[in-house]
Nanobody, 121 residues
Framework: QVQLMESGGGSVQAGGSLKLSCSTS??????MAWIRQAPGREREGLATIDGDGDTNYADSVKERFTISKDNAKKTLYLQINALKPEDTAMYFC?????????????????WGQGTQVTVSS
């Protein structure tokens, strides 16, 4: 059973940076993604990375967010720079066995429990 575990969240001031991590239980994943959800708001797809490393970003975050992965460590990352209060949310990693993520931000078989990011002004 694939288990995803996020870490790296926390409380930071606006303008700061965070690097979120998502470790797997050793499963060889294909497509992986970061999604966030803030209270009272819909889920928001942020970034995806295909099995071959191709990346895709939501327009709203592409200037500040960077998705990457370490295949040897089987870990997914999300670097977030220039944090804003509106980035406050629970951040989830998601994964699927398909190699190409495609255009659906939320179609994943495996999800982590999330890590909270809180940004103060």
């Amino acid at each position: 059973q694939v288990q995803l575990m996020e870490s790296g969240g926390g409380s930071v001031q606006a303008g700061g940076s965070l690097k979120l991590s998502c470790s797997t239980s050793g499963h060889t994943y294909g497509c992986m993604a970061w999604i966030r959800q803030a209270p009272g708001r819909e889920r928001e797809g942020l970034a995806t990375i295909d099995g071959d490393g191709d990346t895709n970003y939501a327009d709203s975050v592409k200037e500040r967010f960077t998705i990457s992965k370490d295949n040897a460590k089987k870990t997914l990352y999300l670097q977030i720079n220039a944090l804003k209060p509106e980035d406050t949310a629970m951040y989830f990693c998601a994964a699927d066995d398909r190699q190409i993520c495609g255009g659906n931000w939320f179609e994943y078989n495996y999800w982590g429990q999330g890590t909270q990011v809180t940004v103060s002004s």
